[in-house]
Each structure stands twice: as C-alpha cells, then as structure tokens.
C-alpha cells in the first residue's frame, strides 16, 4: 500500500507529536486549507491557526459541544 508522504514538522514544544494540517471552512462556505496546524500530542496541545491574516499561537483547544468522542472500534 502506498502512503503519500507527507512530511510533518515535528512540533517545537513537546518535540515528541507531529503537527498535522487542518483545515475549515470560511462563512461562505469556501475552504479554507491548512487554516490551523495542531500538534498531535494529546497532552501537548501546542497549536498554531491563521485568522484574517493574524497568527495565533497555541490558543486553548475547545473540544466541540454535541460531538462526543467515537469509542474506539475493535
Ligand atoms: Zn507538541
């Protein structure tokens, strides 16, 4: 099986998770790629998002309201 090889920084703060790409999508719908990048250390948590052309850096992570978890399967 062949990955597309994508190579994600290593993430600076816990030096451990990698930070993976989100995307979104802007009030019109549009997508808006790569709009955050996140740290995938569950317990780092370190993230970085672009808003209206400003840079955040490590904004607090607000899991989503009415989207509990998925049990693991298996
Ligand atoms: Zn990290």
Request: aromatic fraction near 8%; charged fraction near 15%; proline fraction near 12%.
């Amino acid at each position: 099986m062949v990955v597309t090889v994508f190579a994600l920084p290593k993430c600076q703060k816990c030096q451990q998770g990698d930070l993976v790409p989100l995307s979104d999508f802007g009030s019109q719908g549009a997508p808006i790629h790569y709009k955050a990048w996140v740290c995938t250390n569950p317990v780092c948590g370190f993230n970085v998002k672009i808003r209206n052309g400003d840079i955040y850096l490590n904004e607090p992570i607000v899991s989503g309201v009415g989207h509990p978890p998925r049990p693991p399967r298996g």
